[in-house]
């Protein structure tokens, strides 16, 4: 029997009927609308329908806020200094980062790691290398409650919790997660070993000092 593809390019056989191109190929009837739904005439002829505005999350937000998480490695603790995970921020807007390595997920940790991420912003700040932290955005997740949510309420810092179904507001920190695994790898592989934590900073240096291609469309002004 013919395929799909020779029944549809033969122009004696050819149909946009599903039963009848299933029945001359002697495939399914559920097969021949895959094949004609794959097509590209098919893909460029569908509609584009806006979503309605409720559909849509914004990804990014006012200068100064930050996306945070925590990125689970406990797997590699034992030649990490038992570091379990790490703490990371990222600028919504310039994707600069903060990252610290965690002994555990837990309120009092990350807490302990914002005091000293507060302090090196600060010291960003002044030297004009990054924007100052005001705001945070996060899933609420109970690392990012607790210790956490008490010192941000001691500096100013207002968190931003964000809800169920919304998680694409923290998209941009995904995105750096990707890629901080993909440099890991690359870590790993050239040393040989799994040992990360004594080269996190550096990691977050490389990838704050290279320019970020997200921003290119913005503008050489943006961004270093």
């Not at 001359?24 to 739904?37: C, D, E, M, P, V």
């Not at 809800?163 to 941009?172: D, N, P, V």
Request: hydrophobic share 35%.
């Amino acid at each position: 029997m013919p395929t799909l593809q020779e029944v549809y390019d033969n122009p004696k056989t050819s149909t946009r009927n599903p039963t009848t191109l299933a029945k001359r190929a002697g495939t399914t009837i559920a097969g021949a609308k895959r094949f004609l739904n794959s097509l590209s005439s098919t893909q460029l002829g569908k509609r584009v329908v806006k979503q309605p505005a409720e559909a849509f999350a914004p990804t990014g937000g006012p200068r100064g806020t930050y996306l945070a998480d925590t990125i689970h490695l406990s797997a590699y603790s034992g030649v990490n200094q038992k570091r379990t995970s790490v703490l990371c921020l990222v600028e919504s807007t310039s994707r600069y980062v903060y990252a610290r390595g965690l002994l555990r997920i837990a309120s009092k940790n990350t807490a302990e790691a914002l005091e000293e991420i507060l302090e090196q912003n600060h010291a960003d700040v002044l030297a004009g290398r990054a924007a100052p932290l005001v705001a945070i955005r996060c899933d609420g997740g109970p690392e990012l409650r607790g210790e956490f949510a008490a010192l941000c309420e001691e500096r100013g810092i207002p968190i931003e919790v964000t809800s169920a179904g919304t998680h694409e507001r923290l998209s941009r920190l995904d995105r750096w997660v990707g890629t901080f695994r993909r440099m890991l790898g690359d870590l790993f592989d050239l040393s040989g070993s799994n040992v990360w934590f004594p080269h996190l900073q550096e990691l977050v240096d490389n990838y704050n000092e290279r320019p970020s291609r997200a921003l290119d469309a913005a503008g050489p002004q943006t961004a270093p």
